[in-house]
Nanobody
Framework: QVQLIESGGGLVQAGDSLRLSCAAS????????MAWFRQAPGKEREFVSV???????LHAESVLGRFTISRDSAKNMIYLQMNSLRPEDTAVYYC???????????????WGQGTQVTVSS
C-alpha cells in the first residue's frame, strides 16, 4: 500500500510560480514511479510529469520548460515546480504512484486526493 498526500495548490496570477508537494508513504513506495496528473473542469485527466526514485523523468510537452518534477528520496517527497503559470494550467493536480514509468493514467495504482491550482488572467 502507498499513501499519497498533495499540498501546495492555490490561487495565483498568470506568470506566477507555485510548488506542489506530494508526501509518499508505505513500505513499498520506492518500487513505484511517481507522477503528476491534472484534471480541468469538463476535461479528461492529463499527464503532467513522471519521475523515478533514481531520477529519470519525463514531462508533457505542454509544460516542458515551465514545470519541473523532482524528488527527495530521503524524505519520500515528490515536487512539481510550476513557473510561468497560465490560465490553462488551472486544474486539480494529482500525485500518483505506479509500477511503470508511464504517461498513461491506467498504469498508476495509487492516487492522492488532489490539490486545486487556479491561475487567473
Amino acid at each position: 500500500q502507498v499513501q499519497l498526500i498533495e499540498s501546495g495548490g492555490g490561487l495565483v496570477q498568470a506568470g506566477d510560480s507555485l510548488r506542489l508537494s506530494c508526501a509518499a508513504s508505505g513500505p513499498t513506495v520506492k518500487n513505484y514511479a511517481m507522477a503528476w496528473f491534472r484534471q480541468a473542469p469538463g476535461k479528461e485527466r492529463e499527464f503532467v510529469s513522471v519521475i523515478t526514485w533514481s531520477g529519470g523523468k519525463l514531462h508533457a510537452e505542454s509544460v516542458l520548460g515551465r514545470f519541473t518534477i523532482s524528488r527527495d528520496s530521503a524524505k519520500n517527497m515528490i515536487y512539481l515546480q510550476m513557473n510561468s503559470l497560465r490560465p490553462e494550467d488551472t486544474a486539480v493536480y494529482y500525485c500518483a504512484a505506479g509500477g511503470k514509468f508511464s504517461s498513461r493514467d491506467n498504469d498508476y495504482e495509487y492516487w492522492g486526493q488532489g490539490t486545486q491550482v487556479t491561475v487567473s488572467s
